[in-house]
């Protein structure tokens, strides 16, 4: 592994799946890696849904959502941080892309056929999402690509789309590879379904207040076959238990599992122990973030900063881009 790439949309609040699936990793990779690892906030994406966006509070969530990135452990000053607009190269890379890319492969992605589900109108732009992901991380030829499970198959994707660049204009691009972690690839919604999403509104937002945060903890569905408190519970068939293995220190999440199998506690008492170890986990991370909120220059400079980098080696792949496709 020598250079990462990761994005995160700011079209919505930050939550406990991004961290878990994402953004933990890149504050591991970070260290390691340096300016070698490159996070973006990635506007052009929220942009694929325009009823789902507000040109009004656009740049403030993109704002938020690289003061929540630095909040939760990503240090601008040694990694490269930046705004996927800032850096228009990707997008020029993505029409070049879009040209190699067959419909059919676009129309068979899973997160499109959920998403183009449930709207009246398909929007292009959606349907284009996974070739602009492809220049996000080839324009920096990443080999890495920390992400959660649902990305996987557009990481696929990125690597046909790199094979066949390859194969016809000559070598240029690696083929990167998805990095999952391996303790929480796919964080479920609070309601239950497979996934959390900011596009679900099934959310625990990494900043949200404390109150709210127990009050959907407290409604978190429990066991369904467990009807009186009397009746042992299994586990696995609630996702407190899930949530708990994120949070909590392995042998306490052991010893509840025990005690719930015999009925010997309730959920609600384990609802209560999820709450304290999710917030060890989040009350630095808020803590940080009001420090930052107090210097939002600091923030913006950062920002800048991380696209002047980025654009430098952007713009080298696409100078390369250029000569080899015959532009
Ligand atoms: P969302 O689906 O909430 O809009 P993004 O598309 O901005 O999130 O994804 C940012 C990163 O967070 C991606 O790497 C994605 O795979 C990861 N991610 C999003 N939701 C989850 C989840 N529920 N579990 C694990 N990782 C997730
Ligand atoms: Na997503």
């Not at 990462?4 to 591991?28: C, F, R």
């Not at 937002?205 to 408190?229: A, C, F, N, T, V």
């Not at 220190?249 to 609600?268: D, F, H, M, N």
Request: with cysteine; charged share 30%; hydrophobic share 40%.
């Amino acid at each position: 592994m020598t250079r990462v790439l990761s994005g995160i949309q700011p079209s919505g609040e930050i939550h406990i799946g991004n961290y878990l699936g994402a953004i933990k990793q890149w504050v591991e990779l970070g260290e390691r890696l340096g300016r070698e690892a490159f996070f973006c906030i990635v506007d052009y994406h929220a942009l694929t849904n325009p009823l789902a966006y507000d040109p009004a509070t656009l740049a403030r969530r993109t704002f938020e959502a690289a003061l929540v990135n630095m909040a939760a452990g990503l240090n601008p000053e040694k990694v490269t941080l930046f705004v996927q607009s800032h850096v228009p190269e990707h997008t020029e890379l993505s029409w070049v892309f879009t040209t190699l890319t067959p419909l059919g492969d676009l129309t068979r992605m899973t997160q499109f056929k959920d998403k183009a589900a449930k709207q009246e109108a398909v929007w292009s732009g959606l349907l284009m999402y996974p070739v602009l992901q492809a220049a996000d991380i080839l324009i920096y030829k990443a080999d890495t690509v920390p992400v959660g499970e649902d990305q996987v198959q557009h990481i696929e994707l990125t690597r046909e789309i790199a094979r066949r660049f390859n194969a016809l204009f000559g070598e240029t691009f690696p083929e990167p590879k998805a990095l999952l972690n391996p303790e929480a690839p796919r964080v479920p919604g609070i309601d239950g379904k497979a996934k959390m999403s900011k596009s679900l509104g099934n959310t625990i937002g990494l900043l949200e207040d404390e109150r709210s945060i127990w009050e959907k903890i407290r409604h978190l569905p429990d066991d369904p076959q467990r009807i009186r408190l009397a009746d042992p519970g299994d586990p696995e068939r609630t996702i407190v238990f899930t949530y708990l293995s994120y949070f909590a220190p392995k042998e306490l999440v052991a010893a509840l599992k025990e005690e719930y199998r015999k009925a010997g506690i309730g959920t609600l008492v384990v609802k209560r122990i999820l709450f304290e170890e999710l917030m060890k986990t989040l009350r630095p991370i808020r803590e940080r973030a009001e420090e930052l909120k107090k210097d939002p220059d600091y923030v913006m400079d950062a920002l800048l900063e991380g696209a002047k980098r980025a654009r430098a080696v952007a713009a080298a792949t696409m100078e390369e881009v250029r000569e080899k496709v015959g532009l």
